[in-house]
């Protein structure tokens, strides 16, 4: 299995962070987390996290200009040249469309993307079990529902996007942490 530019589209809760970790590791890829980067800016206070946390908080998408500038100053350090694992990023057509742009500007492309499925009241169950552990403070019901509302607007049209150059493999996530795992290196290897 080479390493290559992978990105992984999901609900909120299928798992993306949680197998991005996996297959980074088996990859030797860095995994690259908007949602991640965007907590440690509210985190750190910094100026993009006081725009961020409001509406992180309502459960709505960042604006399109704060994420690509985030995606594309990581994505243009010397560890992502070899491949990497996108979580959470891109989310609307606009930053499916800036990343293209910006990939090809340094030289790098997205060679997959694995679509994890998942049923609803499944993934709110989850989130709110997440809720108790970690006290995410965008994981209760009411913005659990919206953040579903919100992918299903304006991410996942991306599978169309992505499907028009038979770039998608979906892998089923309602089943365990391991076995979706399995399931994703197996989608990978037959792509
Ligand atoms: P993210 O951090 O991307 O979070 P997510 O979609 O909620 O979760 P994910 O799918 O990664 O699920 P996880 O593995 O954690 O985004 C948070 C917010 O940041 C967004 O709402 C938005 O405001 C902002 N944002 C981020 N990127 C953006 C962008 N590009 N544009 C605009 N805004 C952006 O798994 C969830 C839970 O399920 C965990 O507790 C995990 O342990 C559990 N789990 C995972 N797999 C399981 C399995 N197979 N079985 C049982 N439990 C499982």
């Known amino acids: 299995m080479s390493s290559r ?3 992984l589209l999901g609900a909120p809760g299928a798992g993306k962070g949680t197998q991005a ?3 980074a590791k ?4 860095p995994h690259i987390s908007t949602g991640d980067m965007l907590r440690a ?8 996290g006081l725009k961020a946390k409001a509406v992180m908080d309502a459960g709505q998408l960042v604006s399109d200009e704060i994420v690509i500038g985030i995606a594309e100053e990581r994505l243009k350090a010397d560890d ?8 959470g990023f891109p989310r609307t057509l606009g930053q499916a469309e800036a990343l293209d742009r910006l990939l090809e500007g340094i030289g ?5 993307c694995l679509a994890i499925t998942v049923d609803t009241e499944g993934i709110v169950k989850r989130l709110l079990k997440r809720a108790e552990i970690e006290g995410r403070a965008d994981d209760n019901e009411a913005t659990i529902r919206e953040r579903m509302r919100v992918y299903a607007v304006e991410t996942e049209p991306l599978l ?8 998608v493999r979906e892998v089923p996530g309602m089943d365990s942490v391991p076995e979706v795992s399995d399931a994703m290196v197996a989608a990978l290897e037959a792509a």
């Open 41 to 48: 800016a509210v985190a750190a206070q910094s100026p993009v």
């Open 108 to 112: 790098l492309r997205i060679d997959c």
């Open 5 to 7: 530019g992978i990105v």
């Open 80 to 87: 992502a040249a070899d491949g990497f694992i996108l979580d």
């Open 21 to 23: 970790v996996l297959l």
């Open 160 to 167: 169309g996007y992505y499907a028009a150059r038979s770039l």
């Open 26 to 29: 088996k990859l030797g890829v």
